[in-house]
């Protein structure tokens, strides 16, 4: 549900509650004073070395959700308010979810931390610099920009082809402007002119690795596997062969360590890591998510946009390199978000049409059987919004109910997860805890990297075929060559849609999925299939959300959601 003129915005809310300090909740948590570094009153980093040894294993719930749109899905929301009701139901509960990125921030989401009474907090801080994790990221993916250029002008004793060079510049914000550039311009003296770009900090090389590495040393060993360009007679050439990982680590030693918050009901939170899920592999660190099985029984996690993307990601990528398998999966979906799949145009979702919601439940239909193809059933969030009418919510219910799926609305926006808003959704997922749960790979890593995207296009997007274009082909084989074809694949593709068109909405067939680059991400481990016309570098919106912000007279901040 989202905020009217008639009640309070996200922002009210959380500044009405009253926080507990973060040692409380630290120590609800079963983490000791001596593992907190502390950022104030209300944050804190984790060290998770200092964690009593004794540990246990609690399961993982994902929350997904069918294809967003325009209308709102309420994923971060959902995924907090079932969190908060877990909690309430007696379940030792702990959230872990992705930090927000300024970029979608200033310009269309206006905060990520969930909204209305199934927060996490503070909000205006961690929707801003938070503890400066994507800065260090930021800081860490340019220093190794610098380094490469400054290796070249120093004499270019590994033979770096200034030509070939692939790993790109990066900011935390949205700018096209910064796409294509040239750097070295001005004379002998400032450098080797060359063709660059910029990508957002989440898209980075440099995030992946950070949210994948288990440990430090993992990190750092990651960090010298990156692939950064190749030689004239086009060897790769990785981080370790400049010796660059080092520094690299170094100025992620404090990012690399989970952050402790609170939700509005006072659920400890572990918000850390946020690369996106249509253009990287949209999940929240391993660290973070690890951390938070050792510490409760439940974890509450989610994977961005919908289930053929994040969920997808979350089992082909993040599990199969660490021990986070879902026992259960959540998809959320909305009355009005499938009426618009529907054919209801945006400004008259609020009027009654369950013939619409009826086939936009097509969307979500696909969305289940991806999710039964990764080994289990989900469990459906009907996220309330006040337009909703009885017969709407009926309908989706009834239609859930022929699926053979479980199916609860919650209210988690207006009464809260710490409230009774989420407790018919909490039973539901409880019981799909009960059941004995075997998530699996969509692709077997043996198969040729064309056949996994082909597999990821027909069995969750439900196209026919996947096209290269002639660059991409000439990666492909160059990927061959170089031994990285037994990589996962992470698929950059528009959140919108299925196919890579994104004005295709709800459940098309018969469509090719066009592939037009692909990127190595040696340390990440993994290759990027950039589709469409996607780009890695977002653009700002007409009406930037920015241009609605600022501080009050007491100096704090207005305008986010």
């Known amino acids: ?54 540990a246990g294993q609690g399961k993982v719930v994902l929350v997904s959700a069918m294809s967003p749109t325009a209308a709102g899905e309420g994923k971060s929301t959902l995924t907090v308010g079932l969190a908060d009701s877990l909690a ?6 702990m959230v872990a979810i992705r930090e927000p990125s300024l970029g979608p921030v200033l310009g269309m989401k206006g905060g990520a931390t969930g909204g209305g009474r199934s927060q996490v907090l503070p909000m205006d801080d961690i929707n801003l610099h938070f503890t400066g994790d994507f800065h260090a990221i930021t800081s860490a993916n340019n220093a190794l920009c610098a380094l ?129 899920a249509n253009i990287a592999h949209g999940c929240n660190s391993v660290i973070a998510t690890t951390t938070a099985r050792r510490l409760s029984d439940i974890v509450v ?30 998809l959320v979906a909305t009355v009005r978000a499938l009426k618009l799949h529907g054919g209801v145009p945006a400004d008259r979702l609020g009027e009654r049409d369950v013939a619409a919601l009826e086939r936009g439940t097509a969307n979500l239909a696909r969305h289940i059987a991806t999710v039964r193809k ?8 009907v996220n309330r919004f006040a337009t909703d009418t009885a017969d709407e919510l009926d309908a989706l219910l009834a239609w859930c109910a022929t699926t053979g799926v479980r199916a609860a609305v919650a209210d988690v926006w207006a009464r ?17 805890l009960d059941e004995p749960a075997t998530c699996a790979p969509l692709y077997s890593l043996e198969l040729p990297l064309e056949d996994k995207i082909r597999t990821i296009v027909r069995e969750v997007y439900g196209g026919t075929d996947v096209e290269f274009s002639d660059s991409a082909r000439k990666q492909l084989a160059q990927i061959r060559e170089n031994g990285w074809e037994m990589l996962p694949v992470c698929m950059a593709k528009t959140q919108y849609s299925f196919s890579d068109d994104a004005t295709l909405l709800g459940a098309p067939q018969g469509f090719t999925v066009h592939v037009r680059e692909l990127r190595p991400r040696t340390g990440a481990g993994f290759i990027v299939a950039v589709t469409g016309s996607l780009m890695t570098m977002p653009g700002l919106p007409k009406h930037p959300g920015a241009l609605r912000m600022g501080l009050d007279e007491d100096g704090r901040p207005v305008g986010l959601f």
């Open 301 to 330: 996690t989610e994977a961005g946009f919908g289930a053929d993307l994040g969920a997808e990601k979350f089992v082909d990528i993040k599990a199969r390199c660490a021990d986070v398998a879902p026992s259960a999966v959540v």
């Open 88 to 93: 309430r139901a007696g379940k030792r509960t």
């Open 374 to 381: 990764l080994g289990l059933d989900p469990v459906i969030a």
């Open 148 to 276: 490469i250029d400054n290796h070249i002008f120093q004499g270019n004793e590994l033979g770096i082809d200034p030509r070939r060079i692939t790993f790109r510049r990066v900011m935390d914000m949205n700018d096209r402007s910064l796409r294509e550039i040239v750097v070295g311009l001005g004379g002998p003296a400032q450098g080797i002119p060359r063709q660059d770009g910029f990508d957002i900090t989440v898209a980075s090389e440099v995030m992946a690795v950070f949210c994948l590495a288990s440990s430090a040393s993992d990190l750092t060993e990651r960090l010298g596997r990156i692939t950064f360009g190749y030689t004239y007679d086009r060897k790769p050439l990785t981080v370790a062969d400049l010796g660059a990982q080092g520094v690299m680590a170094m100025l992620l030693k404090d990012a690399i360590k989970p952050n402790l918050v609170q939700t509005l009901a006072g659920t400890p939170a572990l918000v850390h890591g946020g690369p996106f």
């Open 416 to 432: 809260g997860g710490g409230g009774d808003g989420g407790d018919d959704l909490a039973r539901n997922v409880l019981a799909a």
């Open 1 to 54: 549900m989202s905020a009217t003129a008639a009640t309070p915005s996200d922002l009210d809310i959380a500044r009405a509650a009253t926080l507990r300090p973060i040692e409380e909740i630290a120590a609800c948590a079963g983490i000791p004073a001596e593992a907190l570094e502390l950022y104030g009153r209300y944050k804190a980093k984790v060290d998770v070395g200092r964690l009593p040894s004794a």
